[in-house]
């Protein structure tokens, strides 16, 4: 029923006796759930509670009741967000339905269960089931066997036929292993692969032989796992050939967003380094354990985040470019750190490749890195150690004249290597 409404992943969420109407769906420690559940903007909501302050953050969610058998709006269902703890919770599920589960979200009982349908467009669809619904007992027993992304049970791969999609997946990549070299193609326009010239197309030709569309939901996507692929040198030590890019947010604050791109790169910026005439840069690497940049004069920092606890104290926190001087060159904060980081998949797959040309040809690794349960937590504690770092391209051509040119690029990147920080599961395996 959730998928002839347009759902195209499947969860489960066992409730516990809090798990109600009144003291909120509990939906995981961390903010992982923000990857597995569409949401809007985050919002600060600071409210005063017994002579205390609240400090939490709340996301509007696009949900759905189909209790009735159709979809019913539930129009303030929202994530909460606890920084405090951290956790994630859901509450206004009920607030304006009128065929709504009420009798069980509003109960403590034991064994109901939530499912979720999580559609391309940003709705989410839900049912609940008392302990002796067929699908709940069904769901018990299934519990050992199905796959789980935090509090969630993972039910897409009963929908898409598959015994187990980490099993698929990994049968689906030893497939194109054994292929060998592959020529370059990309999926076209009329749904079929044709051959692609361009050097960056080692992650099209995965995608074409997985039969994914280059324009799918949000990333390529395999059974809900988001593909990337990275070339190496060999396939003996499989040693990433660069940086693997993990977002590139524009800056949300600072004298960069205040008084534009232009103006930044006449104030921080530098002259081309090869001497071409009339151009200004502004590059170089930016860690939170480096000092002032020698080109720039401004240096990365994480303020309102308590790399130790791994918690934001701060909601209005951010990550700035900051010069000796404390004035900000450009931030980002949490809240837009929290919208690009939350567009990564709860599952992403890693495979390495190989490229000869002319004409391109790759040929895909043995190994891929199986990562789960990423958290914009392990992000911003990944930014505090300096692994994950700020990587900008940002230049102004024709900068003496009355027309330059600008081009932005703000990146943030991390080694290869590093990649394991960033999922609470991460596994190498053999295929």
Known sequence: MLSSFGAVRFYAKPLAANDNSKNQVYLGGGFGALNIIPHGSIKDDVTHVAGS?????????????????????????QLILYPKY???????????????????????????????????????????????????????????????????????????????????????????????????????????????????????????????????????????WELKQYGVRDFERYIAKSPVTLMTPEPTGGFYRDAGVEAFLRRFGYPDKSGKEGRINFGGVYTNTKEHHPDTGLALRLEGFDAAKGKIEDLDGCIVLVDKYGELGATWSFRDIMAHWNRKHAKAAYVPSIMKSPPPFYKYGGVVQLCEETDVLLLLKAIAAGSAYYDPGIKMEKADSNKPLLKRRSQFRIKHSGLSTLYRNFEEVAL
């Open 53 to 77: 302050v609240r400090d939490r953050a709340k996301a509007p969610v696009n949900f759905f009741w189909v209790t009735s058998g159709k979809p019913e709006s539930a129009p303030d269902a």
């Open 86 to 224: 951290p956790e994630v919770r859901m509450s206004g599920f009920l607030r304006g339905t009128k065929n709504g589960p009420n009798l069980l979200m509003t109960s403590r009982a034991e064994g109901r269960v939530l499912i979720l349908g999580i559609c391309d467009d940003g709705r989410v669809l839900g049912d609940v089931f008392g302990r002796d619904h067929p699908a709940a007992i069904r769901l018990s027993e299934l519990a050992g066997v199905l796959s789980t992304s935090g509090v969630f049970l993972e039910l897409t791969q009963l929908r898409s036929g598959a015994q187990d999609t980490r099993a698929a997946l990994l049968a689906a990549l030893k497939n194109i292993y054994d292929e060998e070299w592959i020529a370059s193609c990309k999926i076209g326009k009329s749904g079929q692969p044709e051959p692609y010239s361009a050097r960056n197309g080692g992650g099209y030709t995965l995608e074409a032989k997985l039969g994914i569309s280059p324009n799918g939901y949000a990333e390529p996507d395999f059974l809900g």
